[in-house]
């Protein structure tokens, strides 16, 4: 698995962006992924994740009704569609994945990570 995220950059508050992460390596099929995030001196945030098999997701408290996760099989990419940013999302954002079929929030379940791309929201 090789995880590749982009589509950062600097958005006004109430603004939206989407992020990408694509996996080089093998199909996301049968994997779980998620979003991550780090804020600067924080420990890493779950965002959101979903089931790539059954196209189950979760969601943070802090993001739901304002995030939205997806993958586009073909593609084999995965999605955080961002609308409504605050400036309080500003962090890092990282793809990860593992193989177990539930969904993780905790970040040292996550066994392969992308480079993460950096999201500032200026208020």
């Known amino acids: 698995v090789q995880l590749q995220a982009s589509g950062g950059g600097l958005v006004q508050a109430g603004g939206s962006l989407r992020l990408s992460c694509a996996d080089s390596?093998?199909?996301?099929?049968?994997?779980?992924v998620g979003w991550f995030r780090q804020a600067t001196g924080k420990e890493h945030e779950f965002v959101a994740g979903?089931?790539?098999?059954?196209?189950?997701?979760l969601y943070a408290d802090s993001v739901k009704d304002r995030f939205t996760i997806s993958g586009d099989n073909a593609k084999n990419t995965l999605y955080l569609e961002m609308s409504n940013l605050k400036p309080e999302d500003t962090a890092v954002y990282y793809c990860?994945?593992?193989?177990?079929?539930?969904?993780?929030?905790?970040?040292?379940?996550?066994?392969?990570w992308g480079q993460g791309t950096l999201v500032t929201v200026s208020s």
């Open positions: 990860a994945a593992n193989t177990s079929p539930l969904i993780k929030r905790r970040a040292d379940e996550y066994r392969y």
């Open positions: 979903i089931s790539w098999a059954g196209g189950t997701t």
């Open positions: 390596g093998r199909p996301f099929s049968g994997y779980t």
